[in-house]
């Protein structure tokens, strides 16, 4: 389990509770817990888009799409039911805020999805959570019938005659592709999890055929927070058109590893060496995979760029999902291609030929370029099949595992060539261990 | 939908708003290349091959999703389109077996012509391909996992076309895999098994050879067969089936069957005895020499000896114990043409009205309800179009198969509205808007009710709430078409026919010509166009008597009480499907045409193999009186269509041949001829010449000679355009004359054959393959989710 981290540069919003045992709904409430949602009840759907609009706040799953906006686009009147689903199913490598959040803060959700709920019309939420975070599961059951208990949730929330709000949990079964908002629908509706066409998208027509707002589980826990302090006062913290803060996951090669809450547009080189620390072990930074396994790579030259949305696509890459993947000078890029394109091969739904195929054959021409067998011809196929496979897939994914590859062979292309030449140490893969049950959370199945 | 504009490559079109692109361009013939696209079922967009160019949009766009859009500009060729098709097949073949040499589908393979297109026949790959062994999953259906490109249409065709729902996807990634409802541990084989219609849908729609049917796999390459169209002869609904044959030392013999143009009035659809129970053809049993009676037993003989034999014993029968003793059997399964000719010869060449054949529906009190109102017959393209529909009676998923399609197509992609009313828990209702449980014998009562009679609710259904509904919903419809089940028959049919003036009517039977059988007057009571015996045109052509002859049933009564002195059964198995004692026809001369030695034939004295519906030319009327062309297909050496040995019989008999069939110019001598004159030949010979002013040279063997007749005597037909005919298109009539006489009191005789999915009658038991899928249904799982 990680410890939690901190640093001085951190802005700490969605963090501010995390470690004080607010997962008990009495410290959470001595903590200016629900009380937005009561402002929200008081101010009604209108003030609460509007102050989600002047936050500036951007989806933190890693699109980026203005959240205030999206509620707003859910129609007012609807035959069917409307809904509120928060998407916790966090699958990408190298991100684990939400993680977090779900862990310390798992209230800060459910007032998120209240808050959601009463800006378009719902009176129901799901709580997605990913197949893997089984072991999270009790945690946020315990804070939903804590919350019922408390009258919350149910009928009549806070007392208020006539306003409902039910929340109900769902895990999922182990699958990369379900974080796709529609295949999360998909799979919450009991199907196999794979995307739907759009349009009609889901705050037209989404879960179970009504006009739903899927947000990640991040965005939502923002929420609370920004009715608190005011959009204005949020949109602030951040830079221009990156409202706010977010949580980065810094991982992999430096020395303080951890999560860690900054403003938009915080540098991301300040953020390798000062926050995290600098590289472990005094070792030089190769690259840097900067919002999650699916955003091209950085070279170590290229990390003079600030973290948010806008900045990172002119540096050619993407903020994604603020997993940040620090790799130092001993890493066979060739090995981390294998490693990135065996995920994304392994989590390919198979709907679409591209993504279906696509994945498979860059997996099994990497894997035998990685084990030796590799010729000059399979650097321009990768690169060839990359190619093919962007923008021609039926939902991200393929997107997904076609950019970083690319990244890395344009990138990194001598080191391909290098690596065929034996210059390179080839180091077996080191197996990855399945993360058990941390016992230290004591929540069992 | 108001129509916008948009351009596609260059060209200007206008399309309804909401109109797909990729169909917008199919109609100006802009082909756009796709393989998990399939018209009328749910939209994919997984295979990525429709993609597009739209000026102003940043990626590619799949025109299977994209509705076309005022203004829009769309390129469907270019490099970059090429360049993404290109990939994406590569992508598929370097998986793909590439056993084209050896694969079923090689010719007819969209894979293979897409290729052929974009050029992706470069393989880059160097690692081996993932591979599975071939699976059978029924005796119909072989699954080869390799050449599968996983476009979903199998899946779909089976869930939303067929509402059966056996097939599957498994695993995901590059290990998913298409898989039928039983899984290995579950089947006796221990491996995956279907449980369902065993329609063969999913083969048909498949792309590529992965989806192959066990009656054709490996048997022969679609280059080496000809491709015939004609009609099924299994149910009443009429398909068109296209036979695949290939010659052999006795003949040709078929060797598929499929719907590979669509072109038919079943569309996309065929089931499992359309597509795969041409086998009885080839059966081994067949009869291929003519059998005489000597010393007890059946033994071969000439045909000269059969024929003449045959021909003067009746001659002294008929002579010696008068016409009436003498009784004729004609059959659901022969040409409207044969059962013409059929009738003609008993009425006008023997001289009795003791003619009869196994009614599967009450067609008569139809007809004679409906008499003068033609256009209340209902079409089978009206249960494909109608928005509102009833259906009282019958189970069409397994007694029409092609009906039961079409509604639920209707329901799926019209929202028409269709109501249910059955005393069974038929499958149909997953389809309908209301339903209602009737009584068993409460179809009387049911229309009484219908027609205001409240007192009889509680006979016609144990739920009178929802009988009340039901009734209530109907009176809302403005015009229903409503389709008979055979429950419902007599007064009962007359009764809802006067409740609903405005909605168009249908009675379900049992075979391919059950309507054409009644239509021509098969029957002792009623002629040709369901006119009463003694109508005076028939008076004047045929010299017939003047009042109704014995029916099925009461001729073997006759027989019983030695009274039949003979009795000509074709195509036709009464003793099996009446259960008639084999001691009834101890006394009666039996001279029987079929296929097989069955029931009925054992007991002949001369018995003439037959040709089958496959094996002959003419035309035949389906349940609802769509009147399509059959073609020769197949051939089988000693075997003569019912046309001619009718024709030959009436010859030897001692009839001048000119007054049965009138040939118009032909001689005598065309009688010499036999085979070519049914090849269809001398059909399309004759429209030509007529067309172009000429007098045709017909053989008497020529059903087009008798056609004539027909337009000229029996109402509805009259209407017929033979080009239209021969064109393979499907043409309604309603054989109704204006004057027609209402038929009171008449036993109307209907014997439902209940068959099901996989029984057509006497030819089940000479089907291998439908004995094979009765064994496989049988070892099933039961009650398993597909299936009923």
């Known amino acids: 389990?990680?410890?939690?981290?901190?640093?001085?540069?951190?802005?700490?919003?969605?963090?501010?509770?995390?470690?004080?045992?607010?997962?008990?709904?009495?410290?959470?409430?001595?903590?200016?817990?629900?009380?937005?949602?009561?402002?929200?009840?008081?101010?009604?759907?209108?003030?609460?888009?509007?102050?989600?609009?002047?936050?500036?706040?951007?989806?933190?799953?890693?699109?980026?799409?203005?959240?205030?906006m999206k509620w707003s686009f859910v129609p007012k009147e609807s035959a069917k039911p409307k809904y509120v689903l928060v998407n916790g199913d966090e699958s990408e490598p190298g991100t684990c805020k939400d993680h977090v959040i779900f862990l310390h803060d798992p209230h800060a959700v459910i007032e998120g999805t209240m808050i959601a709920g009463l800006a378009i019309g719902a009176k129901m939420g799901f709580i997605y959570l990913r197949g893997e975070y089984r072991y999270l599961l009790n945690i946020v059951e315990k804070a939903v019938a804590d919350a019922y208990a408390k009258g919350f949730l149910g009928k009549n929330i806070f007392g208020k005659e006539g306003v409902d709000f039910d929340i109900v949990t769902q895990t999922g079964a182990g699958a990369y592709e379900v974080g796709e908002e529609s295949a999360l629908m998909e799979s919450l509706e009991g199907k196999r999890g794979v995307p739907r066409i759009k349009p009609p998208f889901?705050?037209?027509?989404?879960?179970?055929?009504?006009?739903?707002?899927?947000?990640?589980?991040?965005?939502?826990?923002?929420?609370?927070?920004?009715?608190?302090?005011?959009?204005?006062?949020?949109?602030?913290?951040?830079?221009?058109?990156?409202?706010?803060?977010?949580?980065?996951?810094?991982?992999?090669?430096?020395?303080r590893p951890g999560v860690y809450e900054l403003p938009m547009g915080y540098s991301l080189r300040k953020a390798i060496y000062d926050v995290?620390?600098?590289?472990?072990?005094?070792?030089?930074?190769?690259?840097?995979?900067?919002?999650?396994?699916?955003?091209?790579?950085?070279?170590?030259?290229?990390?003079?760029?600030?973290?948010?949305?806008?900045?990172?696509?002119?540096?050619?890459?993407?903020?994604?999902?603020?997993?940040?993947?620090?790799?130092?000078?001993?890493?066979?890029?060739?090995?981390?291609?294998?490693?990135?394109?065996?995920?994304?091969?392994?989590?390919?739904?198979?709907?679409?030929?591209?993504?279906?195929?696509?994945?498979?054959?860059?997996k099994k021409t990497l894997t035998r370029f990685h084990a030796g067998g590799g010729n000059k011809k399979d650097i321009d196929n990768i690169q060839y099949l990359a190619e093919n496979m962007m923008g021609r897939t039926f939902c991200p994914l393929g997107d997904a595992a076609a950019m970083p590859t690319l990244g890395f062979i344009k990138k990194f292309r001598s080191e391909f060539e290098e690596y065929l030449e034996g210059k390179r140490v080839d180091h077996p893969l080191i197996q990855i261990q399945p993360i058990g049950e941390p016992d230290t959370i004591g929540a069992a199945h | 939908m108001p129509d916008v504009n948009f351009i596609v490559d260059g060209q200007k079109l206008t399309a309804p708003a909401g109109t797909l692109l990729i169909d917008a361009c199919k109609s100006a013939g802009i082909e756009i290349p796709a393989f998990c696209y399939y018209p009328?079922?749910?939209?994919?967009?997984?295979?990525?091959?429709?993609?597009?160019?739209?000026?102003?949009?940043?990626?590619?766009?799949?025109?299977?999703?994209?509705?076309?859009?005022?203004?829009?500009?769309?390129?469907?060729?270019?490099?970059?389109?090429?360049?993404?098709?290109?990939?994406?097949?590569?992508?598929?073949?370097?998986?793909?077996?590439?056993?084209?040499?050896?694969?079923?589908?090689?010719?007819?393979?969209?894979?293979?012509?897409?290729?052929?297109?974009?050029?992706?026949?470069?393989?880059?790959?160097?690692?081996?391909?993932?591979?599975?062994?071939?699976?059978?999953?029924?005796?119909?259906?072989?699954?080869?996992?390799?050449?599968?490109?996983?476009?979903?249409?199998?899946?779909?065709m089976c869930g939303e076309g067929m509402d059966v729902f056996a097939l599957g996807i498994q695993n995901r990634g590059s290990s998913s895999v298409i898989a039928p409802n039983v899984p290995a541990q579950l089947s006796p084989e221990n491996i995956p098994n279907l449980d369902c219609e065993q329609c063969g849908m999913c083969i048909d729609a498949c792309p590529v050879g992965a989806l192959t049917s066990g009656t054709y796999r490996y048997k022969t390459r679609p280059w080496e067969m000809n491709h015939v169209a004609t009609v099924c002869t299994h149910c009443g609904d009429g398909c068109k089936t296209t036979l695949g044959v290939r010659s052999v030392a006795n003949g040709s013999e078929i060797v598929r069957g499929d719907n590979r143009d669509k072109s038919g009035i079943n569309g996309d659809f065929l089931c499992n005895k359309g597509r795969y129970a041409f086998d009885f053809a080839n059966n081994i049993e067949r009869l291929t020499s003519p059998l005489m009676r000597k010393d007890g037993k059946l033994k071969p003989v000439s045909w000269e000896e059969a024929l003449t034999f045959a021909g003067t014993r009746l001659r002294e029968l008929r002579d010696q114990r008068g016409p009436q003793s003498i009784g004729v059997i004609g059959s659901n399964r022969l040409t409207n043409e044969e059962n013409y000719l059929l009738q003609k010869f008993a009425r006008s060449v023997i001289g009795t009205n003791n003619i009869d054949h196994h009614r599967t529906a009450d067609f008569v009190t139809l007809a004679?309800?409906?008499?003068?109102?033609?256009?209340?017959?209902?079409?089978?393209?009206?249960?494909?179009?109608?928005?509102?529909?009833?259906?009282?009676g019958g189970d069409p998923t397994t007694q029409?198969?092609?009906?039961?399609?079409?509604?639920?197509?209707?329901?799926?992609?019209?929202?028409?509205?269709?109501?249910?009313?059955?005393?069974?828990?038929?499958?149909?209702?997953?389809?309908?808007?209301?339903?209602?449980?009737?009584?068993?014998?409460?179809?009387?009562?049911?229309?009484?009710?219908?027609?205001?009679?409240?007192?009889?609710?509680?006979?016609?259904?144990?739920?009178?709430?929802?009988?009340?509904?039901?009734?209530?919903?109907?009176?809302?419809?403005?015009?229903?078409?409503?389709?008979?089940?055979?429950?419902?028959?007599?007064?009962?049919?007359?009764?809802?026919?006067?409740?609903?003036?405005?909605?168009?009517?249908?009675?379900?039977?049992?075979?391919?010509?059950?309507?054409?059988?009644?239509?021509?007057?098969?029957?002792?009571?009623?002629?040709?166009?369901?006119?009463?015996?003694?109508?005076?045109?028939?008076?004047?052509?045929?010299?017939?008597?003047?009042?109704?002859?014995?029916?099925?049933?009461?001729?073997?009564?006759?027989?019983?009480?030695?009274?039949?002195?003979?009795?000509?059964v074709v195509g036709s198995n009464p003793v099996a499907r009446y259960n008639v004692d084999p001691a009834t026809?101890?006394?009666?001369?039996?001279?029987?045409?079929?296929?097989?030695?069955?029931?009925?034939?054992?007991?002949?004295?001369?018995?003439?193999?037959?040709?089958?519906?496959?094996e002959k030319s003419g035309s035949v009327t389906n349940s609802y009186g769509d009147v399509q062309l059959v073609s020769k297909a197949a051939d089988k050496s000693g075997t003569r269509s019912d046309f001619e040995l009718i024709v030959r019989l009436a010859d030897k008999f001692g009839h001048e041949i000119k007054q049965l069939v009138p040939f118009g110019k032909g001689l005598r001598a065309d009688m010499g001829q036999t085979r070519g004159a049914q090849s269809g030949e001398a059909d399309r010979h004759s429209v030509w010449l007529t067309a172009n002013n000429l007098e045709p040279k017909l053989s008497p063997f020529d059903p087009f000679a008798i056609l004539d007749e027909i337009q000229r005597l029996v109402p509805g037909y009259d209407k017929l355009l033979r080009l239209q005919l021969l064109s393979g298109n499907d043409q309604h009539i309603a054989p109704s004359a204006g004057d027609l006489v209402q038929i009171a009191n008449r036993n109307d005789l209907v014997l439902p054959s209940h068959d099901t999915l996989f029984t057509s009658g006497s030819l089940t038991r000479f089907s291998p393959q439908l004995q094979d899928v009765q064994r496989h249904q049988s070892r099933e799982v039961a009650d398993h989710l597909a299936a009923d």
């Open chain 1, 202 to 255: 889901p705050a037209v027509v989404g879960l179970y055929g009504g006009p739903t707002v899927i947000n990640n589980a991040e965005t939502i826990a923002a929420a609370p927070h920004i009715l608190l302090m005011g959009g204005e006062a949020y949109a602030k913290l951040g830079s221009e058109r990156n409202g706010g803060t977010r949580l980065f996951g810094i991982s992999g090669h430096v020395e």
């Open chain 2, 40 to 156: 009328g079922l749910s939209l994919q967009a997984a295979c990525r091959m429709c993609v597009v160019r739209i000026e102003k949009q940043p990626k590619l766009a799949t025109a299977c999703t994209t509705t076309v859009a005022e203004g829009m500009v769309v390129h469907t060729e270019n490099p970059e389109i090429a360049q993404a098709r290109k990939a994406t097949l590569q992508l598929l073949l370097g998986n793909h077996p590439l056993d084209c040499p050896v694969c079923d589908a090689g010719g007819e393979c969209e894979l293979q012509d897409m290729t052929f297109k974009y050029g992706a026949a470069d393989s880059f790959y160097a690692e081996p391909k993932n591979h599975r062994e071939e699976q059978k999953w029924s005796p119909v259906v072989y699954f080869d996992r390799p050449r599968c490109i996983l476009c979903y249409r199998c899946v779909r």
């Open chain 1, 276 to 362: 995290a620390g600098g590289i472990k072990d005094g070792k030089q930074l190769k690259a840097v995979v900067p919002g999650g396994s699916s955003c091209p790579v950085l070279k170590a030259d290229e990390i003079d760029v600030g973290l948010d949305f806008d900045q990172m696509a002119k540096a050619g890459t993407m903020l994604g999902s603020g997993g940040i993947v620090v790799l130092d000078e001993t890493v066979s890029i060739v090995e981390f291609a294998l490693r990135t394109i065996r995920f994304y091969q392994h989590e390919s739904c198979g709907w679409c030929i591209p993504c279906r195929e696509g994945t498979d054959w860059l």
């Open chain 2, 368 to 392: 004679a309800a409906l008499r003068g109102s033609s256009k209340r017959f209902a079409s089978q393209h009206c249960v494909e179009k109608a928005p509102a529909l009833l259906v009282i």
């Open chain 1, 1 to 68: 389990m990680p410890k939690l981290v901190s640093h001085p540069d951190e802005v700490k919003v969605i963090s501010r509770r995390f470690g004080t045992g607010a997962a008990d709904i009495e410290k959470y409430i001595a903590q200016d817990g629900y009380k937005a949602v009561q402002m929200a009840l008081e101010n009604g759907p209108a003030w609460i888009i509007d102050t989600m609009k002047a936050s500036g706040l951007r989806g933190r799953g890693g699109a980026g799409f203005p959240t205030g």
């Open chain 2, 400 to 568: 029409a198969p092609l009906t039961a399609w079409n509604l639920r197509t209707n329901v799926r992609n019209k929202n028409a509205r269709l109501y249910i009313a059955n005393h069974a828990d038929i499958k149909l209702r997953r389809q309908a808007k209301a339903a209602v449980t009737l009584d068993f014998a409460g179809y009387g009562a049911f229309a009484d009710y219908l027609a205001g009679d409240d007192s009889t609710a509680n006979a016609a259904s144990p739920d009178t709430d929802a009988l009340a509904k039901f009734r209530d919903a109907l009176r809302a419809e403005e015009k229903l078409i409503i389709v008979l089940g055979n429950e419902v028959r007599g007064s009962t049919i007359a009764r809802l026919v006067d409740t609903f003036p405005t909605s168009k009517f249908a009675l379900l039977s049992d075979y391919v010509n059950s309507r054409g059988a009644a239509d021509m007057g098969v029957m002792p009571d009623v002629l040709p166009g369901y006119q009463l015996v003694g109508a005076h045109a028939f008076v004047e052509e045929y010299k017939s008597p003047e009042t109704p002859g014995l029916n099925l049933v009461e001729m073997f009564d006759a027989a019983l009480a030695r009274e039949l002195a003979a009795l000509y």
């Open chain 2, 585 to 614: 026809l101890a006394n009666t001369f039996l001279i029987v045409q079929d296929l097989f030695l069955t029931e009925t034939a054992l007991l002949a004295d001369v018995v003439f193999p037959a040709s089958n519906l496959y």
